[in-house]
C-alpha cells in the first residue's frame, strides 16, 4: 500500500515560516514525481511546487521566491519549506505523487495523495 503522509502544519503570523514534510512508504520517492499542492476552502486544488525527474523545480507564481520544495532519497521524503508566509496561503497542503507525468502541475494526474496539514496564516 503506497501512502504518503504529511506533517509539519500550523498556525503562524505573518512572515513566519513553516516547512511541511511528507513521508512516503510503500514505494520510493525516486520512483514517482512529486509535488505539493494546496486548497482553500471553496477554491480549486493548484499546484504550489513541483519536482521533477532531473531535480528541476517549478512554483506556482504567488509562492516563487519564498517557498523552496526538496527531496531527500535516502529518507524517502519530501519537503517543503515556506518563508515569508502571508494570509492568502492559508489552505491545507498535500504532498502527492505521480508515476507518469513528472513535472505536471495538473492535480488529477497525481496517482497517490496524503491526508493533508493544514496551514493557516494570520496578519
Known amino acids: 500500500q503506497v501512502q504518503l503522509v504529511e506533517s509539519g502544519g500550523g498556525s503562524v503570523q505573518a512572515g513566519e515560516s513553516l516547512r511541511l514534510s511528507c513521508a512516503a512508504s510503500?514505494?520510493?520517492?525516486?520512483?514517482?514525481?512529486m509535488g505539493w499542492f494546496r486548497q482553500a476552502p471553496g477554491k480549486e486544488r493548484e499546484g504550489v511546487a513541483i519536482?521533477?525527474?532531473?531535480?528541476?523545480?517549478s512554483y506556482a507564481d504567488s509562492v516563487k521566491g519564498r517557498f523552496t520544495i526538496s527531496q531527500d532519497n535516502a529518507k524517502n521524503t519530501l519537503q517543503l519549506q515556506m518563508n515569508s508566509l502571508k494570509p492568502e496561503d492559508t489552505a491545507m497542503y498535500y504532498c502527492?505523487?505521480?508515476?507518469?507525468?513528472?513535472?505536471?502541475?495538473?492535480?488529477?494526474?497525481?496517482?497517490?495523495w496524503g491526508q493533508g496539514t493544514q496551514v493557516t496564516v494570520s496578519s
Open positions: 502527492a505523487a505521480t508515476r507518469y507525468y513528472c513535472g505536471s502541475k495538473v492535480p488529477s494526474r497525481y496517482n497517490y
Open positions: 510503500g514505494y520510493s520517492v525516486r520512483t514517482y514525481c
Open positions: 519536482i521533477d525527474t532531473d531535480g528541476s523545480t
